[in-house]
C-alpha cells in the first residue's frame, strides 16, 4: 500500500493533477490515490485554508497561473519553478516576486515559505476583467490587471506581492481575523513585511526608504504617490476621483464604521506609522532588529483576536528580550506605541 | 427606484460609492437591471453575505435599492456572493461609470 501524503485530501486538486502530470513515479501514485480521496470530501474546500499543506520537497517551489480574465481559479499553469522566463510581463513579474519574498523569509526570517515547512507557492495573473484588485484566498495569491484609468497591474510592486504572501504567513501564525482591530493588525503586518522585503531588496537603510505602499500602481491620471504610507499615514493620495487617503495615523482618527470589515485598510495606518517610528528610531536597516521584533510577535505572541495594545505589549516584550530590558530598541518601540497612542 | 452600491476594501481600501435612478434609464436598460434584481432575487436576500472566514483584500459591497414602496441593503463580502449578485453589482459599477 502507498504510504498517502501526510495530510492527502486537504491538497488542492490542481496541485494533485499537477504531480499527477509531472511528478515522479511515486509521487504521481500517491497524487492519483489522493485524488480519488478529495472527491469523497468535495464540499469541504474550506478546511484547505486551516491546514498545513505539506511540501513534497521543502524548497522554494513557484507555480503562476493565468486566468485570461476570467475568474475561476487557479487558471491555466504558465510558469513552475525553474522554468524560463516567458513574454507575458505579469507571469514574470509575479514569478520572480514570489521569489524575492520566499528568498527574504528565508534569509532575514528563516522561515521555509508561508507555513514554514515548504509550502507551494501559487499565484494568479490576468484575474477578472479590469480587476482593480490583489488577494490572497486562503491558499494562493491573485493579481488583477487594473483598469487602467486608476490602477495599473497589480504585479508591478513587490511590496504588493509582498504583502500579499505575508497575509499566509499571518494566517499559518496568529491566525488574526479579519475585522476591527485584529484585522487592521492583519493588514498592518502585510504592508510591514511588503515594504520590508522592497528596503532588503533596495538594501536601503530605514532613514533611506520611501515607506510607501504600491508606489506606482496608479496610472499618472491619479493625483497620488502611492496606497498607504507607513511613515505619514492620511497622506498617500488626495484625487477628485478616487477622494483622499483615509487612514489615521493616530488612535484619536481610529475609524469606528462598517465598512471594510471595521475599517481594516483604514486603522492599520496607526500600527504601520508605529512600525515606522519604531524602525527610524532604531536606526540601521529596518529588516533586521525592527523587522525581527516584529517577526517574532506575530509569530509567538498574538492569537486570533489580538488587539493594537496586544501588539504593542508583544513588540516592546520582544524587543526587551531580544535586545535587552531597557534597552535602546526596547524603549524605541515602546515611544513608537505611545506615539500613535496605544 | 433608486440603487447605491458602496464598495470598500481591496488592497487599496479606497472607498467608492456609485449611485443610479432607474426611472430615469431608457427603457431596455431599465428592463436590463430590473431582470438581474429579480435573478438575484435581491429584495429576499439576509442584510449580510459574508464569508465564515474571510479572505484578505477581497472588495466589501454595501448595495441599496429603494423606491416603489421597498427598500433593503445588503452587505456582502465578495467572495461569497451568488454570480447572480455579482452581475447585478458589475452591471451597476459600469453603469455608473459612464
Redesign the interface.
Known amino acids: 500500500m502507498l504510504k498517502p501524503f501526510p495530510i492527502c485530501q486537504i491538497i488542492p486538486p490542481h496541485i494533485l493533477n499537477n504531480i499527477v502530470e509531472r511528478g515522479k513515479k511515486e509521487q504521481r501514485a500517491r497524487a492519483m490515490q489522493s485524488l480519488t480521496l478529495s472527491a469523497r470530501i468535495r464540499g469541504q474546500r474550506d478546511i484547505t485554508s486551516l491546514l498545513p499543506i505539506h511540501a513534497v520537497a521543502g524548497t522554494k517551489r513557484r507555480t503562476i497561473y493565468n486566468t485570461h480574465r476570467s475568474e475561476t481559479l487557479p487558471g491555466t499553469r504558465v510558469r513552475g519553478e525553474g522554468g524560463k522566463p516567458v513574454k507575458n510581463r505579469a507571469v514574470n513579474e509575479a514569478y520572480d516576486y514570489c521569489g524575492d519574498v520566499y528568498d527574504f523569509y528565508k534569509a532575514v526570517c528563516e522561515r521555509n515559505s508561508v507555513d514554514d515547512q515548504g509550502l507551494r507557492l501559487d499565484s494568479t495573473v490576468h484575474y477578472g476583467e479590469d480587476y482593480d484588485n490583489a488577494f490572497w484566498n486562503g491558499s494562493q495569491m491573485v493579481y488583477g490587471d487594473g483598469d487602467g484609468e486608476i490602477f495599473q497591474r497589480f504585479t508591478k510592486c513587490i511590496d504588493v506581492i509582498g504583502h500579499e504572501l505575508t497575509h499566509g504567513v499571518t494566517q499559518f501564525e496568529a491566525g488574526l481575523t479579519y475585522s476591527g482591530q485584529p484585522g487592521a493588525l492583519n493588514e498592518s503586518f502585510s504592508d510591514v513585511f511588503g515594504s520590508l522585503v522592497k528596503q532588503w531588496k533596495l538594501k536601503q537603510p530605514a532613514n533611506k526608504a520611501d515607506w510607501l505602499i504600491g508606489k506606482g500602481l496608479f496610472t499618472s491620471k491619479v493625483k497620488g504617490v502611492a496606497l498607504r504610507s507607513m511613515k505619514d499615514p492620511g497622506t498617500a493620495y488626495n484625487d477628485p476621483v478616487i477622494g483622499k487617503d483615509p487612514q489615521p495615523a493616530h488612535m484619536k482618527d481610529y475609524y469606528k464604521g462598517n465598512e471594510d470589515h471595521g475599517g481594516v485598510h483604514i486603522n492599520s495606518g496607526i500600527p504601520n506609522r508605529a512600525f515606522y517610528l519604531a524602525a527610524t528610531a532604531i536606526g540601521g536597516n529596518a529588516w533586521e532588529k525592527t523587522g525581527k521584533i516584529w517577526y517574532i510577535t506575530l509569530r509567538d505572541r498574538l492569537r486570533p483576536t489580538s488587539t493594537f495594545k496586544d501588539a504593542a505589549n508583544g513588540t516592546i516584550s520582544v524587543a526587551g528580550q531580544l535586545y535587552g530590558l531597557g534597552g535602546i530598541e526596547e524603549k524605541a518601540v515602546k515611544n513608537a506605541w505611545t506615539q500613535v497612542g496605544v | 427606484m433608486r440603487i447605491t452600491l458602496?464598495r470598500?476594501?481591496?488592497?487599496?481600501?479606497?472607498?467608492?460609492t456609485a449611485s443610479l435612478d432607474i426611472s430615469k434609464l431608457a427603457p431596455d436598460t431599465s428592463a436590463e437591471i430590473r431582470r438581474l434584481i429579480d435573478g438575484a432575487n435581491f429584495f429576499n436576500l439576509p442584510k449580510t453575505i459574508h464569508a465564515?472566514?474571510?479572505?484578505?483584500?477581497?472588495?466589501?459591497y454595501?448595495l441599496t435599492i429603494e423606491g416603489e414602496g421597498q427598500s433593503h441593503t445588503v452587505?456582502i463580502g465578495e467572495?461569497a456572493a451568488s454570480s447572480a449578485l455579482k452581475s447585478l453589482i458589475a452591471w451597476v459599477q459600469r453603469n455608473s461609470k459612464a
Not at chain 2, 52 to 60: A, G, I, K, T
Request: glycine share 18%.
Open positions: 458602496k470598500s476594501g481591496g488592497f487599496g481600501g479606497i472607498r467608492t465564515e472566514r474571510p479572505q484578505p483584500d477581497r472588495f466589501h454595501e452587505s467572495e
